[in-house]
């Protein structure tokens, strides 16, 4: 649980939310706090109030004094900017925190290195590794600390597209292979909608909204938040068929929907991301028409734009999605909270990993 | 003992050796300890232990010689209390190695303190989210990232030992034998007709040490920063 209240010049923080097993998902614009969150969850920062608990463990609890040191504190931290030490190699690195570690860690070295893939760096000093090898040994180097609770403060951002494609995956097999809960920073809707099963939207110091990624995600009223461009939902699916064309179906709790080839089981959950730009609305099911992907709807909110625009949020089955359209539209096609619509998905992307609820609950 | 020196220049090779050794390790720790609180710590008073860091560099040697006499001369306000436990500084040679480490004090200290600034404190924040102590990370993180600036401090401090004059005259006086080191006796033969040859082979044996001391430092300071800089 993590309670904190802090004053900067100009700017003041406040924000009380839980961390459930998963990955909660730390999200806001650049200057909304939530860089300082994590500092002070570390340690490496202590907020003029708050209280911070890890299960059984008060970290902090300014109203009694109690103010752990970042080495008691049991956190991971994956930095930024990695932060390997630069006179030790890879090997060295990575058993940094194993050796202040209690023992009898449940992490060993060798799984480690497999998930990670850094069997080949080893022996290598951070100087010569490419940016995305340096993160994942500061992933690997945080894991082995054996911690209580991974911190990632923005571990992608420093990277560029083709390196964060390649650590993604890495991040979600540690989320899907370890019972750390991890707080996840980031400001890229995107990472979000890949990783989180818990959000707390930040802005301007304040929490805005906490809730599954579901949850938070379909809410019209964080559209402006996220930024128009990239709000959007997340939907649970699952592999149903691997069709001879090419195409992958995916049942949704709204009926099915055709991709492009996606890897995997069948049966396995993925997690489709449709941003709410995406979408069309029809009041008719739409015929001759080349997008494959139709699902009935029904308008559960409404919500009109200062400029031009509106938004719609839709229940698809069992789950809310957002569209963007204009107020013009929802005037001529005479749109009002309960009318049945299709929607039209003109792109949606897909990544591994249940959507899911969070085993904690978020309060 | 070489049979290239008369028995007066050896001993006197011989103690500037020993007080150099001396003096630079025994300001090392405090040197490390002085430069980290100045490099990193604000605190009410930080720029008047900085002057007094900095004072010796500035003084003419002279001057600090006659403080140091002032102060652990046998009458000295500090002197006269270490005389009772037995410890005397003044003409001996280990005033020299006072003298001497005071006078090279600032350089080491400048040194180590240009070091430490270049450490990344991010990287000390790292280490102790994985568990480590404050003087683990200090031990396993800040020391060896500081190593190349700490041999450089402590090769500087070396050799301003070794050419160390005005101060440990003062202080120590001239006695062959005893507090007579390599700059004193070639001073001193250079106040004696027919003194120069002598002085000159003092000379060549102080270039000579001053050369080896910067060229061994260089390399290893050149090895360390390979390791630091993590390629």
């Known amino acids: 649980m993590v309670e904190v209240q802090h004053r900067f010049a100009g700017f003041a923080l406040e924000a009380a939310f839980e961390v459930p097993s998963g990955v909660t998902a730390l999200f806001g614009p650049s200057g909304s706090g939530k860089s300082t969150i994590v500092k002070a969850v570390a340690g490496l920062l202590r907020p003029d109030r708050g209280r911070i608990v890890n299960g059984a463990q008060v970290l902090l609890d300014t109203a009694t004094g109690i103010n752990l040191p970042p080495q008691k504190r049991r956190v991971g931290y994956v930095f930024q900017d990695a932060r390997l030490f630069p006179h030790l190699t890879v090997r060295q690195n990575l058993l940094y925190g194993h050796w202040f570690a209690p023992k009898g860690a449940e992490v060993s070295f060798d799984r480690v290195v497999e998930m990670l893939d850094l069997g080949p760096v080893l022996a290598r000093r951070p100087g010569t590794l490419s940016g995305g090898e340096r993160q994942r040994v500061a992933i690997g180097r945080a894991l082995l600390a054996n911690p209580q609770i991974l911190l990632m403060d923005e571990p992608l951002a420093a990277l560029d597209d083709a390196r964060k494609a390649e650590i993604l995956p890495y991040i979600e097999q540690l989320r899907d292979s370890t019972k750390v809960p991890i707080l996840y920073v980031s400001h890229s809707v995107s990472e979000i909608a890949r990783l989180a099963g818990a959000v707390v939207l930040l802005q301007g110091g304040r929490v805005l909204r906490k809730g599954t990624v579901g949850e938070v995600f379909s809410d019209p009223s964080v559209v402006n938040a996220m930024g128009v461009r990239e709000a959007g939902s997340v939907i649970a699916a699952r592999i149903a068929a691997q069709d001879d064309d090419g195409l992958t179906r995916l049942e949704t709790s709204a009926g099915p929907i055709w991709l492009p080839r996606v890897q995997g089981a069948l049966g396995a959950p993925v997690r489709v991301r449709i941003a709410a730009q995406d979408i069309i609305l029809s009041r008719q099911r739409p015929a001759g028409l080349s997008a494959l992907n139709i699902l009935p709807a029904t308008i559960s909110a409404l919500r009109m734009g200062e400029g031009p625009g509106a938004i719609v949020q839709l229940r698809v089955g069992e789950d809310l999605v957002l569209a963007r359209v204009t107020r013009r539209s929802v005037g001529a096609l005479d749109l009002h909270v309960g009318t049945q619509v299709f929607v039209v998905l003109k792109s949606v992307s897909v990544a591994p990993g249940d959507v899911g609820t969070p085993a904690g609950t978020l309060s | ?231």
């Not at chain 2, 001497?100 to 070091?115: C, D, N, Q, T």
């Not at chain 2, 004059?165 to 006796?185: D, E, H, R």
């Open chain 2, 1 to 231: 003992m070489p049979d290239w020196f008369t028995p007066d220049e050896w001993s006197a090779v011989a103690l500037s050796l020993r007080v150099s050794v001396w003096a630079t390790g025994l300001s090392l720790p405090l040197g490390i300890y002085v430069a980290f609180v100045l490099a990193r710590r604000e605190f009410w008073g930080k720029q008047v232990l900085n002057g007094l860091v900095h004072l010796p560099l500035i003084l003419p040697p002279v001057v600090t010689g006659y403080l140091l006499l002032l102060t652990f001369g046998r009458k000295g306000f500090v002197g006269q209390y270490l005389d009772m436990v037995g410890i005397v500084l003044a003409f001996k040679w280990t005033g020299a190695v006072l003298a001497a480490a005071v006078m090279a004090f600032p350089l080491m200290v400048r040194a180590i303190r240009l070091s430490i600034e270049a450490v990344d404190p991010r990287l000390e924040e790292a280490a102790s989210t994985l568990g480590a102590s404050p003087l683990w990370v200090f031990l396993t993180v800040s020391l060896p990232l500081i190593l190349p600036g700490i041999i450089a401090g402590a090769v500087l401090a070396f050799a301003k030992a070794m050419g160390e004059f005005g101060a440990t005259i003062t202080f120590v006086s001239n006695i062959p034998g005893q507090t007579q080191t390599l700059p004193s006796a070639i001073y001193s033969f250079l106040q004696v007709p027919g003194g120069d040859p002598q002085a000159f082979r003092l000379v060549l044996v102080s270039v000579f040490v001053a050369m080896a001391a910067l060229v061994l430092s260089e390399w290893v300071s050149r090895a360390i920063a390979r390791r630091v800089s993590g390629t």
